[in-house]
């Protein structure tokens, strides 16, 4: 069975400092990995995404994040984190079943950033 | 560039009502994907559909069913709501891969909130 886990709950950085939000992944094929970024009362935004054409996947806003097969990490970091970086993010492994693909989510980490 | 639209945006119901939301894909998508994510929690998938066909199932109390219309657009019907039904409840769609199935990336619509009281 696939699944993710997110290995912090809450981040809290200064502004201006890297990020790194970590996330661990379990599957038994090479998997399709995604990041998410939810703002307070917002909807899901994609970040990026794995699907192995590289192992270094840069998303928006800056972000990126590197797949390692033998770690089996998907680790989402960030050279310079913005205040409007705030809010929640969600490492995400997709399971395909009779040819669609449902998501299955990590628990999500809080990324709080100081002034 | 045309988003998922969900509505209503907000509904507050009383328990043991009946609730029905309503999910627009992308144009040209085929994949509509059903999510619940309660306070503080993560999303969970609930049910998807292609080509207007139900796809998968997964944590979705026998109270609640959705379909797919012919233009593709998705329903969620919820019946006997209950406290717990409480959350934000997320749509997605992908679109249509070369090979056939569905692609596996999902675009969120921002969501409908549901309030029981």
């Known amino acids: 069975a696939q699944s993710v886990t997110q290995l912090d709950s809450h981040v809290s950085v200064s502004e201006g400092t890297p990020v790194l939000l970590r996330c661990n992944y379990s599957s038994s094929y090479s998997p399709s990995l995604f990041w998410y970024v939810q703002h307070p009362n917002k909807g899901l935004q994609l970040l990026l995404k794995?699907?192995?054409?590289?192992?270094l996947v840069k998303g928006i806003n800056g972000f990126e994040a590197e797949f390692k097969k033998s770690e089996t990490s998907f680790h989402l970091t960030k050279p310079s984190a913005h205040m409007s970086d705030a809010a929640e993010y969600f490492c995400?492994?997709?399971?395909?079943?009779?040819?669609?693909?449902?998501?299955?989510f990590g628990t999500g980490t809080r990324l709080k950033v100081l002034a | 560039a045309a988003g998922v639209i969900q509505s209503p945006r907000h509904l507050i119901k009383e328990k043991r009502e009946t609730a029905t939301l309503k999910c627009y894909p992308i144009p040209r998508h085929d994949t509509v994907y059903w999510y619940q994510q309660g306070p503080g929690q993560d999303p969970q998938f609930l049910i998807s559909f292609y080509e207007k066909m139900q796809s998968d199932k997964g944590s979705i109390p026998d109270r609640f069913s959705a379909q797919q219309f012919s233009d593709y657009h998705s329903e969620l019907n919820m019946s006997s709501l209950e406290l717990g039904d409480s959350a934000l409840y997320f749509c997605?769609?992908?679109?249509?891969?070369?090979?056939?199935?569905?692609?596996?990336?999902?675009?969120f619509g921002p969501g409908t909130r549901l309030t029981v009281l």
């Open positions: 995400v492994v997709s399971d395909l079943t009779s040819g669609t693909y449902k998501y299955i």
């Open positions: 997605a769609s992908s679109a249509t891969s070369a090979a056939g199935g569905s692609t596996d990336t999902q675009y």
């Open positions: 794995y699907t192995s054409a590289a192992t």
